[in-house]
């Protein structure tokens, strides 16, 4: 099969990720094989590819909004049967894996799972034309979205979801948007639907017109910004910088959540900016309920996605312009075309 493999994590202007032919996988007890038509670029398969995330595998095979349908299907650990059948069109997230045993599980926090394994990170993702998942952590997709609408959902919008959540918006709430990339012009989409007024803070005057399209109701610099307008928060920037300007934006007793598998560092502040009960909560990826309950939800809104498409060989190329914030919604790869 064709894949995209990162051997040793580099800057992207090097083109790390190399076109390889690999042996196709065969799916195990309790795993399927799917084939991959489509894969979401994500900012944290940038972070493993230039190797600010650690790695824990190499060679790796980057990816993890997979799109496809499953084409092989393992044997049934203990006659165990998850429904999902060959001919199926699935989603595959960052979540692969979670120990349901520990703790967390059990009090169904499996996205702080003590033993949580990742697509494309921990297991070879989808910058392939096949990709082994565990049956039971694959989402059924509803066929109100395309393949390639779909993808994207699959972590910008999951993570998006998750982050409104965390931050506590409520229907109604003005919520500040820091950052409008792939998540960002998901989660408006949320929030508008819940009747809330969003305020987004980005520097690209693209992303500010996209913003307004989207229903906010202001888009600028978070310098710009004003102060004391927001209800709660979400910083999508891997910038520890946009810290104090969104606490800045917040209203007494807000809350920020900052969605970011990396960021390059918290920088001090003045206690003035989190005083009056404010509070900044870290996002850590997301469990199977928060991609059930998006996905439905996304489809009932229904969500407006805006992709840029390139053909699996030009992956380095797609993390380069989304280095340089120079995609509209989200990059996706195209694997595999349907005949």
Not at 145 to 163: E, K
Request: with cysteine.
């Amino acid at each position: 099969m064709k894949a995209m493999v990162l051997r040793r994590p580099a800057p992207v202007e090097s083109r790390p990720l190399s076109l390889e032919d690999l042996p196709e996988p065969v799916p195990g007890p309790g795993e399927v094989r799917i084939k991959v038509r489509f894969c979401g670029v994500c900012r944290t398969d940038l972070h493993i590819v230039e190797g600010e995330l650690p790695p824990v595998r190499l060679p790796l095979v980057p990816g993890h909004q997979i799109v496809g349908v499953v084409d092989a299907v393992g044997d049934a650990p203990n006659n165990a049967d998850s429904g999902v059948r060959v001919g199926d069109r699935v989603g595959l997230p960052w979540l692969y894996s979670a120990c349901g045993q520990c703790s967390f599980c059990l009090k169904g926090q499996e996205n702080l799972c003590e033993r949580i394994q990742f697509t494309g990170y921990s297991y070879n993702g989808g910058y392939a034309e096949y990709v082994i998942a565990r049956k039971d952590f694959v989402i059924q997709l509803p066929p109100a979205f395309s393949d390639l609408d779909a993808a994207p959902l699959l972590c910008a919008g999951i993570i998006g979801y998750r982050s409104l959540k965390i931050a506590g918006v409520k229907p109604g709430d003005t919520v500040g948007l820091f950052g409008f990339g792939a998540s960002a012009h998901l989660a408006i989409q949320v929030a508008r639907h819940w009747g809330c007024d969003v305020l987004v803070f980005t520097r690209s005057v693209a992303h500010q017109n996209l913003a307004r399209e989207l229903g906010a109701s202001w888009a600028g610099r978070a310098e710009d910004g004003p102060a004391g307008s927001c209800d709660a928060a979400v910083s999508f920037a891997p910038a520890g910088s946009v810290i104090p300007a969104a606490l800045r934006a917040l209203k007494k007793g807000g809350t920020l959540a900052v969605n970011a598998v990396h960021l390059d560092g918290v920088p001090a502040f003045d206690y003035s900016l989190l005083y009056w009960e404010k509070s900044v909560k870290s996002v850590a990826n997301a469990t199977r309920e928060d991609a059930r309950e998006f996905i439905r939800l996304a489809a009932e809104i229904p969500v407006k996605v805006s992709t840029e498409v390139f053909p699996l060989e030009e992956a380095n190329e797609a993390l380069l312009r989304l280095k340089r914030a120079q995609i509209q919604g989200e990059a996706v790869l195209e694997v595999a075309r349907v005949v």
